[in-house]
C-alpha cells in the first residue's frame, strides 16, 4: 500500500531508524531524519522524566526544517513501564507525529494519538500478536523477524510478511538483519511496504554508544550473536562479546532466569544488566565493516537502494 501521507514526499528511502535502548538519542535521531529517513527514540531513554520533554521539543524544532524526514517515538505499553502513562501525556502534549508501541496493547495509544491526527505501528512477533493490533486500529505493523537485534521473533520474513498481508492492508514495515540497500528493496519486493534498520545505525558516529560496542559489532559475525531470554525475561539477541566481557559464560545463559520479569533496562542497579552492560546486535551485524556518520551511511544505502533495480 502507499505509504501513510505523514512520510509521503519526506524520505529518501522507504526506511525507519528503529529505536533502541540507550543507543537512540536525539543527536542520532536527527541525523537520521536530516539524512532522510525516520528517525526514532525510545520514550525511556530520557531520563529523568523532564528530560523527555525537552527533547521532544528540540525534535520537533529540528523535524520542521524543509527537506527533514518525521521523528517517531517508541511507546512500551506493558504494565512493567511504570512511565506509560507520564510518557503518553507528554506525547500527547507535543503531538508525537509517530508513535510505535511496543509489549502490550496499544488500544488507549492510538485512539489518543489518532485524535491529534498522528499514526501508530507496533512492533509483532507473530500473527496472534498482529490480529490483536490490527483490531486495536493500528496504522502499520513492525514484523520482528529473526536475527532482529533486541526483541526479536523466529519467524522467517517470507512467511511472516505473506501471513500478514493476507489479513492487513495498513503498512507493514520489516524487520530482521536489514543492513544494506538493497536489504530495503527486498523487503519491498517480498511485500512489506518499509524496512526498519537497527544495528546498522549502532555502529555510526551519532550513535550514543561505547567505541567497545560499536568496533563489537564491526567484528562480529552472525556466530556472535546470541538469543536468549536470560537478561530481559523476553528473547532478545546480544553480543556474546560483551556477555563475555562481563564475567558470565555465553554458554550458560541460553535459558530463562529463574524468577527472571520483563526487564525495561534501568541502568540504575548492580550487576550486569541488559542494554547497559549486555549490549545488543542482530545477525545484520555480520555485514558491518565501519563506522560512518549516518549521512554517509544513508548515502550508501540509497545507492544501494537504487542500483537494485
Not at 503518553?88 to 488507549?108: C, M, N, Q, W
Not at 492487513?168 to 524496512?195: C, E, P, R, W
Not at 523476553?234 to 527472571?260: T, W
Request: net charge neutral.
Amino acid at each position: 500500500m502507499p505509504l501513510p501521507a505523514l512520510f509521503q514526499g519526506r524520505l529518501r528511502l522507504p526506511l525507519i531508524g528503529a529505536p533502541m535502548f540507550i543507543v537512540s538519542q536525539p543527536d542520532l535521531v536527527i541525523a537520521q531524519c536530516r539524512a532522510g529517513v525516520v528517525g526514532c527514540f525510545p520514550t525511556l531513554n530520557a531520563r529523568p522524566l523532564p528530560q523527555l520533554e525537552a527533547w521532544l521539543e528540540q525534535l520537533t524544532t529540528a523535524t520542521r526544517e524543509p527537506g527533514v524526514a518525521p521523528f517517531g517515538a517508541n511507546l512500551i505499553v506493558h504494565k512493567a513501564n511504570a512511565r506509560q502513562a507520564e510518557d503518553l501525556e507528554l506525547i500527547i502534549k507535543h503531538k508525537v507525529p509517530f508513535v510505535i508501541t511496543s509489549v502490550g496493547d496499544p488500544t488507549p495509544v492510538v485512539e489518543r494519538v489518532h485524535a491529534y491526527g498522528g499514526i501508530v505501528f507496533h512492533d509483532v512477533i507473530s500473527l496472534k500478536h498482529a490480529r490483536k493490533a490490527i483490531a486495536a486500529g493500528v496504522d502499520g505493523l513492525i514484523l520482528v523477524c529473526a536475527g532482529a537485534g533486541g526483541h526479536a521473533g523466529t519467524l522467517s520474513p517470507f512467511a511472516f510478511v505473506a501471513e500478514v498481508r493476507k489479513i492487513f492492508a495498513g503498512t507493514i514495515v520489516l524487520s530482521g538483519a536489514i543492513s544494506y540497500g538493497n536489504h530495503v528493496k527486498a523487503a519491498q519486493v517480498i511485500g512489506a511496504d518499509m524496512a526498519y534498520m537497527g544495528t546498522r545505525f549502532i555502529a555510526t558516529a551519532e550513535a550514543h554508544a561505547q567505541d567497545e560496542y560499536k568496533k563489537m559489532i564491526v567484528d562480529a559475525g552472525t556466530a556472535d550473536i546470541v538469543y536468549t531470554p536470560y537478561f530481559s525475561g523476553v528473547y532478545a539477541n546480544y553480543l556474546r562479546s560483551s556477555i563475555a566481557a562481563s564475567g558470565l559464560d555465553p554458554a550458560q545463559v541460553l535459558g530463562e532466569r529463574p524468577g527472571a520479569q520483563l526487564s525495561l533496562g534501568s541502568d540504575d542497579s548492580k550487576g550486569p544488566k541488559a542494554w547497559r552492560d549486555i549490549w545488543s546486535a542482530g545477525q545484520g551485524a555480520g555485514a558491518i565493516d565501519d563506522v560512518p556518520t549516518v549521512a554517509q551511511l544513508v548515502d550508501r544505502l540509497k545507492a544501494q537502494y537504487d542500483s537494485a533495480g
